[in-house]
């Protein structure tokens, strides 16, 4: 049974940086790919943030949101990150991970088999 635990998320400053942290368990995950999306109260699908490939370590980032993101991998905890620098009020949000059994990156939030909980980043100016 996949499993996908973020952590992380907190009241945060505008400017800050914050790093999440997604905890992955249940199989090996060669092969795969884990991406990170987020959810406004107002959005009505998650939105894509980033993506990696297990193995090695390709990554592709939301056209809008690249300059501050930064998604990572550590294979040997079986952990994916997400960094977000110079955070702005409108990265309020649920971020989620999520995983794949494929090692195609895709965008496509309907593509990813499994989904952790999210972790809620606020954040005020």
């Known amino acids: 049974q996949v499993q996908l635990a973020e952590s992380g998320g907190g009241l945060m400053q505008a400017g800050e940086t914050l790093r999440l942290s997604c905890a992955a368990s249940?199989?090996?995950?060669?092969?795969?790919?884990m991406g990170w999306f987020r959810q406004t109260p107002g959005g009505q699908e998650p939105e894509f943030v980033a993506?990696?490939?297990?193995?090695?370590?390709?990554?592709d980032y939301s056209d809008s949101l690249k300059k501050r993101f930064t998604i990572s991998k550590d294979n040997a905890k079986n952990t994916v990150a997400l960094q977000i620098s110079g955070l702005k009020p409108e990265d309020t949000a649920v971020y989620y991970c999520?995983?794949?059994?494929?090692?195609?990156?895709?965008?496509?939030?309907?593509?990813?088999?499994?989904w952790g909980q999210g972790t809620q980043v606020t954040v005020s100016s």
């Open positions: 999520a995983a794949r059994p494929s090692n195609i990156l895709t965008r496509n939030q309907a593509l990813y088999t499994y």
């Open positions: 249940g199989r090996p995950f060669s092969g795969w790919s």
């Open positions: 993506a990696i490939k297990w193995n090695t370590g390709a990554t």
